[in-house]
């Protein structure tokens, strides 16, 4: 009988039962060295199909009590599942996959501290259960040259009750690479310590050193003193990639372009930043900064485009070639390819080696320009099983039910769901906190973790406090995507951290609810042109035969307008709208359009880096003659939408100055053409690039050239500056009244309403009496519709009411016409504008 590589179809889920999907009529045994372990027929209780609900249909088969120390002994070794008949022929033969018994078995390991640690004498751990030997191969020295030289090995210890081996150094280990040499019956793996702190370039070893460490500090780091705590639905959050903020930004030196550093420097980027949080800004969020694999760490090693992108025709796909010659040894990459989990990237440092200072001072910077800082978490997959698996094969990853490891993220899935996987994602949050002051953690693929998981992470933070870990634990802000997809779908295998468990408990999931309403069908359509509440379905049709027919697209608008007013909510399921029904019955795509149970927990968007830019979904889906003052008008009103709605508002950089990608819909590893953050509104858009990445792209190139070529649709500074004061304008606004900030559901169904209806016009109101020390009331119109519209608000006749100082002084002429009528209560907005207007206090 072979069994074939990777094969594992027998479950050992804890120490007295195994789960296979066989006939319990045979004989059934566990094998392993000379061992063999008879099984018998059983049943799964209800907690063991409760914890394993994929297994819930296999045959439970019960190992006769054992000592613990012969079962910790077995999976020291291979060990193989057998089926044989009364004859004793053997029937069928598999691997077993382990980790439901290593948790239990090892259970006392949660409790061990893991990874480098202690201040004179060094301390290493690393859980290792079914290793035979670990030992530490610590490298260099005095003796040795710093690059290369030689190694030595030291044995470390066992502790039979946890499975963690650990070894106490010498002072003068401090600074020196090291690895692991963890032996298992298949041979002896060479690997980086998954809870270190520092690595090699590349991350070919760990190094050893203590964060605290002096060396290790920018200036003024121990007393950095941070703009004030932000609760999550009073968050405004700027989706930023390091090298994106200054890859292109002449002002700042060469040798800072697209590094940490360049936080520091006085430059275009940092400017705008100080000027956004002044505007009310308060958090900006960071694509990945751990340590990723797909960019070589020393520049040298680094290779560019070549090519003059600027004399290329702007619907050429020369472009897009010259980036995909160089695109594996470039210097960009969004980063969600984790390598090391608490460590920060090298390439973004000006020297690997100085990746833990710069990357302290970037987050100083930050905090000194007035913003806090999120950072983007990948723990849902890894770039490869090469970090964590060779220590314990079979258990960090997520294994399907043939013993193959799950990719439906894209990479190898982990599995947060056994107890050190998810302890893992916990310490290393806890460590960004502590050591970093991370303000707030963005989840990515949150729908893959457990619910308990992030539970256990938001715990883990309420616990830091300033006295003891330097940090207000309570004030980090958690989000993510909580999508409800793959092999742990639906709950097949615990209960997800999607948007509809997380309601209650005050972590926050991006909604897409708002984002298709505002934008028009979904981004993966095979016709971009759908259209949206804020990209011409109200009065602008674009002619494409996916939009239907006018009373289709009638319907639609209606209904995309119950979904902007549900996220204006922040996506309550319990908000009843002027309709009568409540947000948990406003269907999307079959699910409820209202998930939660408090405002904070939804996080509003239009754009980020997935997908199309918000520029681009509107060249796409906005009549291609649309002027593009007008186009100016749209992205504004969208936005708003983000901005003047309850819950987290989420911003995608650039998107206050037009930004485009050039029509590229999934820019992970475009380059930094592609990827143009300009700060410089001489320098464009971005738009008119060339057509996008054949890889992600080609399908929609028919419909992205005679767009690209279009010089109508490239954006001037006029434009550009435009909508970045409009932008800054809806931030005042946001900041200057607790109106878009009520903080509870109970609130929003008290203040907040819908009170005029109109096609492609959605008035909200939200009473401000003894809340707002200057107002009695926020009314916003969003005209979505080209014409001038009348809003009739009977509530307001009588009224002293006035537009917004803000917009009131707005160098937008349009907005300024906004009108209101004290005898009849009409509000009249120009058309595709967003108006603010307040009422005076009696």
């Keep these: 009988m072979v069994i074939h590589e990777g094969e594992a179809r027998a479950h050992w889920i804890d120490r007295d039962t195994v789960a296979w999907q066989v006939d319990p009529s045979y ?180 190094r050893l050193v203590n964060l605290d460490s002096p060396a290790l500090k920018p200036p003024g780091w121990d007393r950095l003193a941070k703009p004030p705590a932000v609760p999550l639905h009073r968050a405004s959050i700027y989706e930023l990639h390091v090298r994106d903020f200054s890859a292109s930004d002449a002002s700042v030196a060469a040798g800072l372009r697209g590094t940490y550093a360049a936080f520091g420097a006085d430059s275009a980027g940092m400017r705008e930043l100080r000027a956004l949080a002044g505007d009310g800004l308060t958090h900006v969020h960071l694509l990945p900064v751990f340590d990723f694999a797909t960019v ?88 490869s099983t090469a970090v964590l698996d060779p220590i314990v094969p079979g258990y960090y990853h997520r294994l399907l039910e043939d013993g193959t490891v799950a990719d439906s993220t894209c990479c190898p899935n982990t599995a947060p769901e056994h107890t050190m996987m998810g302890r893992l994602v916990v310490d290393s949050v806890v460590t960004w906190a502590r050591q970093y002051k991370i303000d707030g953690f963005r989840f990515d693929l949150m729908g893959h973790h457990p ?40 709950g097949a295998r615990f209960e997800q951290a999607t948007q509809a468990n997380l309601a209650g408990t005050g972590i926050g999931t991006f909604t897409d609810r708002l984002r298709d309403a505002v934008r028009g069908g979904s981004p993966f359509d095979a016709d971009p042109r759908v259209q949206g509440f804020g990209s011409g379905l109200a009065g602008a049709p674009n002619g494409s035969p996916a939009n239907g027919t006018a009373e289709q697209q009638r319907l639609r608008l209606a209904d995309y307008a119950d979904l902007v007013r549900i996220g204006l909510t922040g996506s309550l399921r319990d908000y009843t709208l002027p309709s009568g029904r409540k947000g948990s019955e406003i269907s999307y795509n079959g699910s409820p359009a209202g998930y939660t149970d408090e405002p904070g927990e939804a996080v509003a968007y239009v754009d980020a880096h997935d997908n199309e830019t918000l520029f681009d979904v509107l060249a796409y889906k906005l009549p291609q003659w649309t002027p593009m003052s ?88 006029a434009e550009i500056e435009a909508c970045r004061a409009r932008f800054g304008e809806l931030l005042r606004i946001r900041a200057s009244s607790p109106a878009f900030a009520l903080g509870s559901a109970d609130e929003v169904r008290r203040r907040l309403s819908f009170p005029a209806s109109d096609e492609g016009v959605i008035t909200m109101q939200v009473d401000t009496s003894g809340l707002d020390p200057r107002w009695s009331s926020v009314t916003v119109v969003l005209n979505a519709t080209p014409s001038t519209r009348a809003q009739v608000v009977e509530s307001l006749a009588g009224q002293e009411i006035s537009l917004h100082p803000v917009q009131a002084a707005s160098g937008d002429p349009v907005v300024r016409e906004s009108a209101f009528d004290r005898v009849t209560g009409t509000l009249t907005v120009p058309g595709r504008t967003v108006a603010v207007f307040v009422g005076a206090l009696r």
């Design 630 to 717: 007008d186009r100016v008008r749209m992205q504004v009103l969208s936005l708003a939408t983000v901005l003047l709605g309850q819950g987290p508002a989420f911003v995608h950089a650039g998107s206050e100055r037009l930004r485009s990608k050039s029509l590229d819909r999934n820019s992970y590893d475009s380059g930094d053409w592609f990827n143009r953050l300009l700060w410089d509104c001489g320098s464009g858009n971005g738009f008119g690039g060339g057509l996008p990445p054949r890889a992600e792209n080609e399908d929609r190139w028919p419909y992205a050239r005679p767009l690209l070529a279009d010089p109508a649709l490239r954006p001037g500074c």
């Design 451 to 490: 619910k308990a998981n992030l539970l256990a992470v938001r715990r883990a933070l309420d616990e830091l406090t300033p006295a003891e870990d330097g940090v207000d634990g309570r004030s980090i802000i958690l989000y993510g995507e909580g999508w409800n997809f793959g092999e742990v779908a639906d």
């Design 296 to 383: 070589p760490e020393r520049a040298a090693d680094r290779t560019e485009p070549d090519c003059d992108f600027a004399a290329l025709p702007p619907d050429s796909d020369r472009q897009q070639e010259c980036v995909a010659r160089t695109a594996a040894t470039d210097s960009f990459n969004w980063g969600y390819d984790p390598l090391h989990y608490t460590v920060p990237e090298g390439s973004y440092a000006t020297d690997p080696d100085r990746r833990i200072r710069e990357f302290r001072g970037m987050v100083a910077a930050l905090n000194r320009a007035g913003l806090r800082v999120v950072m983007d978490v990948v723990y849902n997959h890894t770039h």
């Design 27 to 206: 004989r059934h045994s566990l094998a392993f060295g000379t061992e063999v372990v008879h099984l018998t027929p059983g049943t799964l209780s209800d907690e063991q199909r409760r914890r394993w609900p994929h297994l819930a249909s296999y045959t439970a088969l019960k190992l006769d009590p054992h000592d613990v120390s012969l079962l910790r002994a077995a999976l020291r070794e291979r060990v193989v599942a057998e089926q044989r008949d009364a004859s004793g022929a053997l029937l069928a033969a598999t691997g077993v996959q382990i980790p439901g018994v290593l948790d239990d078995l090892y259970a006392a390991a949660a409790r061990v501290r893991l990874g480098p640690a202690g201040r004179l004498f060094p301390e290493l751990s690393l859980w290792a259960p079914t290793a035979r030997k670990v030992e530490l191969a610590l490298y260099g020295g005095e003796w040795w040259p710093r690059r290369g030289g030689g190694r030595t090995l030291h044995p470390m210890r066992r502790d039979d009750e946890s499975g963690v081996w650990s070894l106490r150094g010498l002072p003068t280990w401090w600074g020196r690479e090291y690895t692991f040499l963890v032996t298992h019956h298949s041979g002896t793996n060479e690997v980086t310590d998954p809870y270190g702190v520092a690595v090699t370039p590349d991350g070919g070893r760990s």
